[in-house]
């Protein structure tokens, strides 16, 4: 009988432990596989917030967080750290996801010891190396070491290919944040005191249609979080809206969202929310404001429209579907574009009743078949 393929796992921070646990999930419950799993512990709380609801051990972890750390000395400490991790588990392939530092270095740690490299979340693009910073630039280092690129959408799959990477490497498989969210969402409706943390906010906002907000990308801080500031204080200023804001725990955005809109009334300013809690947050607002990647994915799941705090997204694909809309982050332009939604319901329904294009929920089975015909192991 064969043995079990030894597959080393590396992702450090909350979206890349929300989208990869389905892959780990998947892998453990295959006796073709030897699932490791390493964290770089790049975001420690949030992290360790979606490893206790996915029920994940990690075997290794290298917890490299500190405060407001450069992304240099974070990255010199990530590849020598995720080097000696490899170099004790000697994995037959490694498994990275998205665009963070960690997935970066885990890549390159790999490919520095000829060890296949498959990138889950591969070939987004938004043409600019400083929008998203340094994602951008991040995931097309990855890209240029991958052995199998598992592209969410025909949209990155048509990206990596122009970028001559060999089509028999690349895999359009859905995207695993919707395998995600589909799991917790069963998972809280079985087991609904995970998230009845906000049960207070939701009475204390009944009568109001509520705003979710996230808010953390670097080419945001400065200008572009006192505009995302400045237009939550308009937003707040109508009668008949609330906002709830999960604030990151980065300094360059707590300073200013505590300092422009602590204690207004119809504004929750709330600790970080663990993954059921963020999950309801979806289910409860009406539309979401963000900056972050996985919320345009995961709000359209539930029929949400997305208004995109950004310049640039790497995930048009929500943008030509009509399920997201990008705003930028003037203040003026947020506020004149979530108006409309709140104010005309047939503009709303187009973009809540959109196709939502970023998968059905059976990634993660996918991108473990794929890796099973990859080394030779047939079910």
Request: charged share 25%; hydrophobic share 45%; proline share 6%.
């Amino acid at each position: 009988m064969t043995s079990p393929a030894r597959i080393l796992v590396i992702f450090g921070t909350r979206p890349e432990a929300i989208k990869l646990f389905p892959v780990v999930h998947a892998l453990k419950a295959d006796p073709r596989f030897e699932c490791v799993v390493c964290v770089s512990a790049q975001h420690r709380q949030m992290l360790d917030q979606v490893l206790e609801i996915a029920g994940i051990v990690p075997d290794h972890d290298l917890d490299v967080m500190q405060p407001d750390q450069r992304l240099d000395a974070l990255t010199a400490n990530l590849l020598t750290g995720l080097g000696k991790v490899m170099d004790e588990v000697q994995p037959a392939r490694v498994i990275v996801q998205g665009d963070t530092a960690t997935a970066m270095t885990g890549a390159l740690a790999a490919y520095y010891r000829k060890v296949p490299v498959d990138h889950v979340e591969a070939g987004l693009r938004s043409y600019n190396i400083y929008h998203p910073w340094p994602e951008e630039v991040n995931r097309k280092i990855i890209g240029a070491m991958a052995s199998l690129h598992f592209a969410p959408t025909e949209t990155s799959q048509a990206a990596l290919l122009k970028e001559n990477v060999d089509p028999a490497r690349v895999h359009v498989t859905g995207n695993t944040v919707i395998d995600a969210l589909h799991w917790v969402s069963a998972k809280i409706e079985r087991e609904p005191a995970l998230a009845a943390n906000l049960a207070d906010l939701e009475a204390r906002f009944a009568d109001k249609r509520i705003i979710g907000v996230t808010s953390h990308r670097r080419e945001n801080f400065g200008e572009g979080m006192e505009q995302i500031a400045s237009a939550i204080r308009q937003i707040a200023e109508r009668p008949d809206t609330a906002v709830i804001f999960p604030v990151h725990l980065n300094p360059n955005v707590r300073k200013v969202m505590n300092e422009r809109l602590a204690g207004l009334d119809n504004v929750a300013l709330i600790e970080p929310l663990d993954y059921p809690h963020f999950a309801r947050l979806l289910n409860i607002a009406e539309v979401m404001l963000t900056d972050s990647g996985g919320v345009q994915e995961e709000a359209p799941a539930l029929g949400k429209p997305v208004l995109v705090m950004r310049e640039t997204t790497e995930r048009p694909e929500g943008v030509e579907a009509g399920t997201a809309k990008l705003v930028g982050t003037s203040a003026a332009t947020i506020v004149t574009e979530l108006s409309t939604l709140l104010d005309d319901k047939a503009s709303y329904e187009a973009m809540a009743r959109a196709h939502n294009p970023f998968g059905d929920g059976r990634s993660a089975r996918r991108i473990v078949e794929l890796l099973a015909n990859e080394i030779g192991h047939q079910a």
